[in-house]
């Protein structure tokens, strides 16, 4: 068994996330007009932003909780500024 949470609860969302950019692709061939692929864009984005931040969520949860009850710094330590590094990249 990993020592990673599991993240399989994310499937149906990310399934559905597909199939919108399966949708969208389609859209562009048709020649949908820009706004309604927009629209549909700015929804796929939505989509993986709530899966993602629920992936973070349960990574804080977990590995992150279990670094700071275990007292490893060092971990500790690593694993924020993967966090850190991570929202930088946002910005």
């Known amino acids: 068994m990993s020592q990673h949470p599991s ?7 990310l399934n559905r996330a597909a ?5 969208i692709k ?3 061939g048709e020649g949908q007009y820009c706004v309604d ?9 939505s989509a993986i932003k709530t899966i993602e931040l629920s992936v973070l969520e349960t990574h804080m949860k977990s590995c992150l909780a279990k670094s700071c009850q ?3 710094d060092a971990t500790r330590d690593k694993q924020l ?10 910005e």
């Open 26 to 28: 389609r859209m562009v």
């Open 19 to 23: 199939g919108q950019i399966e949708g």
């Open 70 to 72: 275990c007292g490893d």
């Open 7 to 13: 993240h399989l609860e994310q499937i149906p969302r």
């Open 37 to 45: 692929i927009l629209t549909q864009l700015r929804a796929v984005r």
């Open 81 to 90: 500024a993967e966090i850190l590094g991570l929202l930088k990249k946002y």
